[in-house]
């Protein structure tokens, strides 16, 4: 079992929906937890984080994060043909160095 | 400000030949990682390196795989007799060191690898 999963999609949706991404995580010492874009032959970039549970807005993002349930959503309101890219989740413990493990990504396409 | 640099962007090999990819991190950024990118999977770990030094080499799949760093700047990643499911898009990323906090990695554009 992989220590992230995430759905690869490809998730198609109308201009103006509503999405959610999510993803599942098996290692409970993951403490932070982050969502990086990557557009076509491009490298992934940091589109927010959040530590520990609990939600995070950054204008048409929400993060939202369950450590409970070991589950970890990324909603974003009013989609754009430009929120078309894949989206990864990745995760990490705390402390010094410590590395990202990442989820497989789910491309998303948003229709104008 | 200029981002991670990679070098090739695309390159073409035979099987069994050498192949060197280039990393020119962020000025500043202590610490150095290679992603490997296979179509339609995840970012795999290959290595990080804390300057010049490499504390966890755990994700080099096979001792065909090396990497090196210069100081706090350029890293190569030296894949030997490479085989085809050595193909997939090699991704190096920069970051500052932290005690904490989530580490945003700025990450280049790839060097995408294709083993005939």
């Known amino acids: 079992q992989k220590e992230v999963e995430q759905d690869p999609g490809p998730l198609s949706v109308p201009e103006g929906a509503i999405v959610s991404l999510n993803c599942t995580y098996s290692?409970?010492?993951?403490?932070?937890f982050m969502w990086y874009r990557q557009y076509s032959r491009k490298g992934p970039e940091l589109l927010m984080y959040?530590?520990?549970?609990g939600n995070k807005e950054d204008g048409r993002f929400t993060a939202q994060v369950d450590k409970s349930s070991k589950y970890i959503s990324l909603f974003i309101r009013d989609s754009q043909p430009s929120d078309s890219a894949t989206y990864l989740c990745a995760m990490k413990r705390t402390g010094g160095y410590q590395k990202v493990t990442f989820g497989t990504g789910t491309k998303l396409q948003v229709i104008p | 400000g200029a981002g991670v640099s990679q070098s090739p962007s695309n390159k073409v090999t035979e099987k069994g030949k050498d192949v060197e990819l280039r990393c020119d991190p962020i000025s500043g950024h202590t610490a150095l990682y290679w992603y490997r990118q296979r179509l339609g999977q995840g970012l795999e770990f290959l290595i990080y390196?804390?300057?010049?030094?490499?504390?966890?080499k755990s994700g080099l799949p096979s001792d065909r795989f090396s990497a090196e760093r210069t100081g706090e700047s350029v890293s190569t990643l030296t894949i030997q007799r490479t085989q085809q499911e050595d193909s997939a898009v090699y991704l190096c990323?920069?970051?500052?060191?932290?005690?904490?906090?989530?580490?945003?990695?700025?990450f280049g554009e790839g060097s995408r690898l294709t083993v005939l």
């Open positions: 290692n409970s010492a993951f403490q932070y």
């Open positions: 959040t530590y520990s549970s």
């Open positions: 990323a920069s970051s500052h060191t932290w005690q904490g906090g989530a580490g945003e990695l700025f």
């Open positions: 390196f804390q300057g010049n030094s490499a504390p966890d």
